[in-house]
């Protein structure tokens, strides 16, 4: 158990709507980090918050936004779904801002759009 | 840019085999790098890790050397078990003092072993 939990296990939904994942980091830990997983791009990291603050962007698309809350966990908001937003997004966390800290992550929300 | 490169899978052995999964990368700078595993329905977890050349990561039987000669850092394994079978992720980050670190992950290379 990696102490990051991640809710909810299972998403379905449709084209054109909007979803909330939520992510409660590690106790102790105060950044979060929200990647994404499919089959065809592989892990990809969409973003970082540290402490409450954005700290670092990757490929995360205008449709989608993260926040992280004072008592540090976060939540990724997903709109405008689309077919190719199916995949499994996972949150990690860690005690730093990165460089040499592991990260641990939760378990995943599958996240299938129809 | 950062890069990581691992080979293709799935690798399939016999329980006790000697297990290579070559990573390589492209980075500027001196990176941390690093493997993960995922076994199913679970998230990734850190095997192990390696922050300057010549280090070597070591973890439940698992290695690999940081060779900056090379921009390689392949994992090896003497003796795999069953219970090894997982996907395994080859990563690197950068060492901004902290002020960055999120990681790039190869494709990952699924392990599956038979007894």
């Known amino acids: 158990d990696s102490g990051v939990t991640q809710t909810p296990k299972h998403l379905i939904t449709a084209t054109g709507q909007r979803v909330t994942l939520r992510c409660s980091p590690r106790?102790?830990?105060?950044?979060v980090y929200w990647y994404q997983q499919s089959l065809d791009q592989g892990l990809q990291f969409l973003i970082q918050?540290?402490?409450?603050?954005?700290?670092a962007k990757g490929n995360i698309l205008e449709r989608f936004s993260a926040q992280q809350f004072p008592d540090l966990h976060s939540e990724l908001n997903l709109s405008s779904l689309e077919l190719g937003d199916s995949a499994l997004y996972f949150c990690?966390?860690?005690?730093?801002?990165?460089?040499?800290?592991?990260?641990?992550f939760g378990n995943g929300t599958r996240l299938t759009v129809t | 840019g950062n890069s990581v490169t691992q080979m293709e899978g799935p690798v399939t052995l016999s329980e006790e085999a000697f297990l290579t999964i070559n990573c390589t990368y492209t980075?500027?700078?001196?990176?941390?790098l690093f493997w993960y595993v995922q076994y199913p329905g679970e998230g990734l977890q850190l095997l192990l890790k390696?922050?300057?050349?010549?280090d070597k990561g070591s973890n439940k039987g698992f290695e690999a050397t940081y060779r900056k000669e090379t921009t390689s850092f392949h994992l090896e394994k003497g003796s795999v078990q069953v219970s090894d079978s997982a996907v395994y992720f080859c990563?690197?980050?950068?060492?901004?003092?902290?002020?960055?670190?999120?990681?790039?992950f190869g494709k990952g290379t699924k392990l599956s072993v038979k007894p």
């Open positions: 390696a922050t300057k050349a010549d």
């Open positions: 918050y540290y402490n409450g603050e954005e700290r």
């Open positions: 990563a690197l980050t950068k060492n901004y003092g902290g002020s960055q670190g999120n990681l790039i």
């Open positions: 106790s102790g830990d105060l950044s």
């Open positions: 990690a966390s860690s005690v730093g801002q990165g460089g040499e800290s592991p990260l641990h």
């Open positions: 980075a500027t700078g001196y990176p941390s």
